[in-house]
């Protein structure tokens, strides 16, 4: 391996673009090859990556000599497809965009995969990366004594329009649980270090995208909901989402209660929406509230200027980068976000749509023949 470490792109369009943009930001590092079969987003690409080789398919992609890793940034219901494609092919460390899959029938082929990959794979999870939420992982245990009840409020914009407009429909997103809120559940476990063992869901579709057609069908995804998880440690959680709701202040509020206190992370949206006449958008925050002596104290935690400007997630997809680059050069030995977390995130979210469905709580082996949480393993 060289000292350049050279990338392949999998999916350039708004996220994919936005990994295009950290990437140019780490050192010593390139991409050399992309495959987006949509003419416009592959002229975007192109323009924030202009020495890099548009190809006309993954395999062709694959055949590009200097790659050394890949990030596949498709839409949701490629991903399984790439990544047998790619361990047929040429196994290569991986970054791979959540959700890592869609549909339970994939369970077995995913299993299949991981069983063998002879190299790295890491599921992208921006929101540990955030720097208020990162704080909180680091603070957490110290400022609560012990994490019993974790509260995660998401109030946010609507989907934004995709190629395709694949987002449209739980069939190619996973469901909105499964394809937006993966990263919240994953939150609940690195937080709770504990694993599910039932989930309850109150959701619907109240608002966005009622009147939209496409092909003659109205969307499905969810709009709002609750979601209220047990953990076998006794802890317990909640996911709070709202996506008509982009005039509130922060988008994420993340609170952490234990016996000795409260933490709290405040997380503003993408600030290319917050509205130039209110000002300097708001600063991302860390509250922190003991029980005794009373007295929250309350922090900034800003987030450089320029990594705001390379996306929309509050410099977390290159915090993120630098670690899968630390991996790809092998001085890191493994992951953050591992095959069995990604899993774990995506089948909490089934269970949760599940849940919504039939309005009743759904344990971890009630999911028919989907095996709701992978063995051990990477």
């Given at each position: 391996?060289?000292?350049?470490?050279n990338?392949?792109?999998?999916?350039c369009g708004?996220?994919?673009?936005?990994?295009?943009?950290?990437?140019?930001?780490?050192?010593?590092?390139?991409?050399?090859?992309?495959?987006?079969p949509?003419?416009?987003?592959?002229?975007?690409?192109?323009?924030?990556?202009?020495?890099?080789?548009?190809?006309?398919?993954?395999?062709?992609?694959?055949?590009?000599?200097?790659?050394?890793?890949?990030?596949?940034?498709?839409?949701?219901?490629?991903?399984?497809?790439?990544?047998?494609?790619?361990?047929?092919?040429?196994?290569?460390?991986?970054?791979?965009?959540?959700?890592?899959?869609?549909?339970?029938?994939?369970?077995?082929?995913?299993?299949?995969?991981?069983?063998?990959?002879?190299?790295?794979?890491?599921?992208?999870?921006e929101?540990?990366?955030?720097p208020?939420?990162?704080?909180?992982?680091?603070?957490?245990?110290?400022?609560?004594?012990?994490v019993?009840?974790?509260?995660?409020?998401?109030?946010?914009?609507?989907f934004?329009?995709?190629?395709?407009?694949?987002?449209?429909?739980?069939?190619?997103?996973?469901?909105?649980?499964?394809?937006?809120?993966?990263?919240?559940?994953?939150?609940?476990?690195?937080?709770?270090?504990?694993?599910?063992?039932?989930?309850?869901?109150?959701?619907?579709?109240?608002?966005?995208?009622?009147?939209?057609?496409?092909?003659?069908?109205?969307?499905?995804?969810?709009?709002?909901?609750?979601?209220?998880?047990?953990?076998?440690?006794?802890?317990?959680?909640?996911?709070?989402?709202?996506?008509?709701?982009?005039?509130?202040?922060?988008?994420?509020?993340?609170?952490?209660?234990?016996?000795?206190?409260?933490?709290e992370?405040l997380?503003?949206?993408?600030?290319?929406?917050w509205?130039?006449?209110?000002?300097?958008?708001?600063?991302?925050?860390?509250?922190?509230?003991?029980?005794?002596?009373?007295?929250?104290?309350?922090r900034?935690?800003?987030?450089?200027a320029?990594?705001?400007?390379?996306?929309?997630?509050?410099?977390?997809?290159?915090?993120?980068?630098?670690?899968?680059l630390?991996?790809?050069?092998?001085?890191?030995?493994?992951?953050?976000?591992?095959?069995?977390?990604?899993?774990?995130?995506?089948?909490?979210?089934?269970?949760?749509?599940?849940?919504?469905?039939?309005?009743?709580?759904?344990?971890?082996?009630?999911?028919?023949?989907?095996?709701?949480?992978?063995?051990?393993?990477?």
């Amino acid at each position: 391996m060289s000292d350049t470490i050279n990338y392949g792109i999998i999916g350039c369009g708004m996220m994919g673009q936005e990994h295009l943009r950290n990437i140019a930001l780490l050192p010593q590092t390139q991409v050399v090859a992309i495959y987006e079969p949509d003419a416009e987003m592959a002229a975007k690409a192109q323009a924030l990556a202009p020495d890099a080789k548009l190809v006309s398919s993954v395999s062709e992609l694959l055949a590009v000599p200097e790659l050394d890793c890949l990030v596949i940034v498709s839409p949701n219901y490629c991903h399984v497809d790439q990544l047998e494609a790619i361990k047929a092919s040429r196994p290569l460390p991986i970054l791979v965009e959540k959700p890592l899959f869609t549909d339970p029938q994939d369970a077995a082929r995913l299993e299949d995969f991981r069983k063998d990959y002879p190299a790295p794979v890491w599921v992208a999870m921006e929101y540990r990366y955030m720097p208020p939420i990162a704080a909180l992982l680091k603070e957490a245990d110290a400022a609560t004594g012990g994490v019993k009840m974790l509260t995660i409020r998401e109030h946010r914009f609507p989907f934004l329009e995709k190629v395709g407009d694949w987002n449209r429909f739980n069939a190619k997103t996973g469901g909105t649980f499964v394809e937006k809120c993966c990263h919240f559940f994953d939150l609940m476990r690195l937080v709770l270090k504990s694993e599910p063992t039932r989930i309850m869901a109150s959701a619907g579709q109240s608002v966005n995208h009622l009147d939209e057609t496409y092909d003659g069908e109205t969307p499905d995804i969810l709009d709002n909901g609750y979601v209220i998880v047990d953990f076998a440690n006794g802890s317990r959680a909640m996911l709070e989402l709202c996506m008509f709701a982009e005039g509130a202040r922060y988008q994420e509020e993340v609170s952490a209660v234990g016996p000795s206190g409260k933490i709290e992370a405040l997380v503003p949206g993408p600030g290319r929406f917050w509205p130039e006449h209110l000002g300097a958008a708001p600063t991302p925050q860390l509250i922190i509230s003991p029980r005794s002596p009373k007295g929250p104290e309350r922090r900034d935690i800003p987030v450089d200027a320029t990594l705001l400007e390379a996306g929309d997630h509050n410099g977390s997809t290159y915090y993120q980068h630098q670690g899968f680059l630390a991996l790809v050069r092998k001085a890191k030995p493994t992951p953050d976000v591992t095959l069995s977390d990604g899993w774990k995130a995506v089948a909490m979210g089934m269970a949760a749509q599940a849940s919504a469905r039939s309005g009743q709580a759904v344990t971890l082996d009630s999911i028919g023949s989907f095996p709701l949480f992978p063995e051990t393993g990477a």
